[in-house]
């Protein structure tokens, strides 16, 4: 079974400054992957990056990028340049391959940016 | 393209009513999830489906039955609701189960309140 940990309740960061939102996992697979969500306020899920355990490199898109330490299993969401708009729930998600794509997810981190 | 939509958007229902909500996806994916979301515990798996006429359980599929008569609908039935089941349904769907293309894309919610 897989089970992902992210141990910030909440975070808070200043606009246009960086911010990592942790997230550990547990799975016996040899291959899997990972997700992150964001979920704001009107309560929509949102993807944002996939992250292969086979893939050699970080993957980004845009302002994010996730930091895949494969030793340590964890999988950190970076948002740079933080927004106003990035104010919103996040979720770390992991997906074993024989799973049919099922999702297990983390308990999520509400991040909030002050202007 | 609608996406993935849900009815109904709210619903409030006594201990013991049946209710059924629906998911619906117009973009041909084979795959469709059913998630519960509680505070703090993030999102479970209820059930799935990997095709048309098929159906399996998830993490907690107690006290639901599903149904997917049709590609693109997938039924989530409360027989006799309890207050436990108070919380917000989001349905997904994916086109793939492939690693790197399972982004799953999800409907707006349905906020379930069992009195």
């Known amino acids: 079974a897989q089970k992902i940990t992210q141990t910030q309740p909440g975070m808070f960061v200043q606009e246009k400054e960086a911010v990592t939102l942790d997230c550990t996992y547990d799975?016996?697979?040899?291959?899997?992957?990972l997700f992150w969500y964001k979920q704001p306020s009107s309560g929509e899920m949102i993807f944002l990056i996939y992250?292969?355990?086979?893939?050699?490199q970080n993957a980004t898109e845009g302002r994010y990028s996730l930091n895949f330490q494969k030793a340590r299993k964890s999988a950190n969401l970076v948002i740079s340049a933080s927004q106003l708009g990035d104010s919103a729930m996040y979720f770390c998600?992991?997906?074993?391959?024989?799973?049919?794509?099922?999702?297990?997810f983390g308990q999520g981190t509400i991040l909030t940016v002050h202007p | 393209n609608a996406g993935v939509t849900q009815t109904p958007k709210f619903r409030v229902l006594k201990t013991g009513q049946s209710m059924t909500l629906l998911c619906a996806q117009d973009?041909?994916?084979?795959?469709m999830y059913w998630y519960r979301q509680d505070p703090g515990m993030g999102l479970r798996l209820i059930h799935y489906?990997?095709?048309?006429?098929?159906?399996a359980k998830g993490e907690v599929p107690d006290g639901y039955n599903v149904s997917r008569l049709k590609k693109q609908n997938f039924l989530l039935g409360l027989e006799s609701a309890a207050p436990s089941q108070t919380s917000v349904y989001f349905c997904a769907s994916s086109y793939s189960v492939a690693q790197k293309d399972n982004e799953q894309f999800f409907g707006p919610g349905t906020r379930l309140t069992v009195l």
């Open positions: 973009m041909n994916h084979e795959y």
């Open positions: 799975t016996s697979d040899p291959s899997y992957g």
């Open positions: 489906s990997v095709g048309e006429g098929t159906t």
């Open positions: 998600a992991t997906s074993p391959p024989t799973s049919y794509g099922k999702l297990t």
């Open positions: 992250q292969g355990s086979y893939d050699q």
